[in-house]
């Protein structure tokens, strides 16, 4: 099969001809670049658990039976060789039928950014938060972009905060965000602050999540799903217990199929086509993984990078 092969940390992972896995696999087709993969595909650490690995925590592939599953998470490029080649061994369980609404390749650029959304907006939906707006974090990254589309199909005012506001606001109300906003400041303020947000969906973390959880409403839900400024949390309980605020932690990696399910049904009920496609910076073949992982390290990625597994 051919790979993207991580054989040591402080290198790039290269292309290779490795053997097929042996059990349970698929045919790849589909795999998208997500955060985590760029980091596993710079070489650095923290994502891959032993080497040599193959980095992708996402696939779309054909199984034995002609089926078409995607698997995101599960240990995919993080405990076991993940999805960044053309033959992938997966643990059945964790598959989920490809939904009608979406092309195996759509999938793909859904893949875990798009079920992390989801999963933060279902945590939104358990808890029932009040109304009011809501404010998305990291607006311009994956996850930020299908939390936008996610609840501004469910019926919420979106204020989406990013650090292109001026390059990004068009295609970001596009995506359904009322208000183009700038970063919160990386620098935690006041434990209380003017309150805004009935929920947060927040992949940035450290200051700005801080500063988030001060400007939620009572009763709302602050979803901490990424760290992609700082995995810190320098701040204070009084949100928590002067306004009765939730942090809910977001973990996509392993979950109940139910879970899974659940996610997936919610992206196809609100999520069209048009705006999967939007989402999709570029669609790249396996040789350009390794310099479309420096574009993500370097925040100069907008959405997803689809990535083709067949040569
Ligand atoms: N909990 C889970 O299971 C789970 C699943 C998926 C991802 N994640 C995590 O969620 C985060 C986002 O993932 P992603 O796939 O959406 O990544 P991404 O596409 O690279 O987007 C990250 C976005 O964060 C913003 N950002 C980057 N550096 C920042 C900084 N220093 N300060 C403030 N904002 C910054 C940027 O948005 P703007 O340019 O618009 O400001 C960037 O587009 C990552 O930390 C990832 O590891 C967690």
Redesign the pocket.
Known sequence: MRAILATEQGAPARLTDRPDPEGAAVTGLWSSL???D?LAVAGQPGVLRSLPMVPGIDVVGRDDAGRTVIVT?AGLGERVDGGLADRVAIDPSTAVPVPDAFTPQQAAAIG??G??AA?SVLAFERAGIPDGPVLV?????????FAIALLAAGGREVH?????AAA?GDHLRALGAAEVVD?LP?EAGRPLQRAAWAGVVD????G?LVNAIAQTLPGGVVA???????PDLPGSVLPFILRGVTLA?????DLEPQRRAEAWELLAERIDAATVDRLVERTIGLEEVPSAAED?LA?R????IVVRLTA
Not at 203 to 206: E, H, L
Not at 301 to 304: M, N, P, T
């Open positions: 997500n955060y985590k760029a998470g875990t950014a079920v992390t999963l974090t990291g607006a311009g990254g994956g996850v930020g972009g989406a905060a990013t650090g292109r990004l970063r990386a992949s940035v973390g450290g700005a901490a799903c990424g760290l992609a400024a700082s932690g977001i973990f996509s990696v993500v925040g990625v907008r959405g997803r």
